[in-house]
């Protein structure tokens, strides 16, 4: 059974930094497509970042280069180097896992930017 765990949410101003991570199991990173989505209040969850499988990654618009995703594939995990964080950056992070052709989520994890 594939099973996720995001960590590393947290309360940060203006500015800021946080760096996400996923820890997966029944698994390997390595040979999955990982994504981090979001949703923040009261909108709809949106992609963030990805790295698939071959190691190439891409992000959204919105990161404008302030988003870093990479895997360990020893630890076997996923993180998300968030850097410059905005309010409009306050969101439920989740991490996503695509293998054996279907989708695995974890729960989220909390991101709040204060002004």
């Known amino acids: 059974q594939v099973q996720l765990m995001e960590s590393g949410g947290g309360l940060v101003q203006a500015g800021g930094s946080l760096r996400l991570s996923c820890a997966v199991s029944?698994?390997?990173?390595?040979?999955?497509?990982m994504a981090w989505y979001r949703q923040g209040p009261g909108q709809q969850r949106e992609f963030v970042a990805r790295?698939?499988?071959?190691?190439?990654?891409n992000y959204a618009e919105f990161t404008k280069g302030r988003f870093s995703i990479s895997r360990d594939n020893a630890k076997n995990t996923v993180d998300l180097q968030m850097d410059s964080l905005q309010p409009e950056d306050t969101a439920v992070y989740f991490c996503?896992?695509?293998?054996?052709?279907?989708?695995?989520w974890g729960r989220g994890t909390l991101v709040t930017v204060s002004s």
């Open positions: 996503k896992a695509t293998r054996f052709g279907m989708d695995f």
């Open positions: 029944g698994t390997v990173v390595r040979m999955s497509d």
């Open positions: 790295i698939t499988s071959g190691g190439d990654t």
